[in-house]
């Protein structure tokens, strides 16, 4: 269920551009010192790319998580408790990502 939910927050995302686009003028033009300006469509579908990646990123993040948990209670029931701390846990840990 959880991964439905993830898949459909996924759709949306990426079909939201469908109802930004229109919604925003093209052209792109030179300002006052001569410096070219990108037009609002660019700077939307940069904004886009920038919420679906940040999604993807938290989302993978999550599974991630899930599956680290799900390992290591596998991994208690059959080793010693003292094993799985020390030895298996430390490496199920994902490490931090920060999407710039």
Known sequence: LLMEEWRNDMYEEID??????PTVSAGGEYNDVGDYE?????????T??????????YYQAE???LLDEEVATALQLVLPQDIVMTNVLPFLELPTYTFE
């Open 16 to 21: 939201s551009i469908n109802q930004i686009l």
């Open 48 to 57: 886009w790319i920038g919420s679906v990646l940040g999604k993807i990123v």
């Open 38 to 46: 990108d037009g609002e469509k660019a700077q939307a579908i940069r």
């Open 63 to 65: 599974h991630q998580r």
